[in-house]
């Protein structure tokens, strides 16, 4: 059973860094023919796509609102992806989830990102981030 584990979360002043980590585990292979994508949830609000990264790592998509401040990467071998949060603000705080996906030929990378309810089962149980001075 395939499973994703975040890490990396934590408590950080404004304009602070912070890089989370997705690993896979629990299945034979790599993950090289699937999507990943990071998502964040704050109390009150609904999930939301903040950064996803293609099975080859070749295309990335960020949220306005993290663009220039985030940085997505994947390293297939170790079956983890990362995300490098720099200049956090007080907004990023939210719970931090991780989930893959096989992206049908059809759909781009971006309506994926903007649409977490289509990434099926495998998602992680999140890390708390929390911006605040």
């Known amino acids: 059973q395939l499973q994703l584990v975040e890490s990396g979360g934590g408590l950080v002043q404004p304009g602070g860094s912070l890089r989370l980590s997705c690993a896979a585990s629990?299945?034979?292979?790599?993950?090289?023919?699937?999507?990943i994508g990071w998502f964040r949830q704050a109390p009150g609000k609904e999930r939301e796509g903040v950064s996803c990264?293609?099975?080859?790592?070749?295309?990335?998509y960020y949220a306005d609102s993290v663009k220039g401040r985030f940085t997505i990467s994947r390293d297939n071998a170790k079956n983890t992806v990362y995300l490098q949060m720099n200049s956090l603000k007080p907004e990023d705080t939210a719970v931090y989830h991780c989930?893959?996906?096989?992206?049908?030929?059809?759909?781009?990378?971006?309506?994926?990102?903007?649409?977490?309810?289509?990434?099926?089962?495998?998602w992680g149980q999140g890390t708390q981030v929390t911006v605040s001075s």
């Open positions: 989930a893959t996906v096989i992206i049908p030929e059809i759909v781009t990378l971006q309506d994926m990102c903007l649409t977490p309810s289509d990434w099926g089962d495998y």
């Open positions: 629990g299945f034979t292979g790599t993950l090289d023919l699937s999507a």
């Open positions: 990264i293609s099975s080859s790592g070749s295309s990335t």
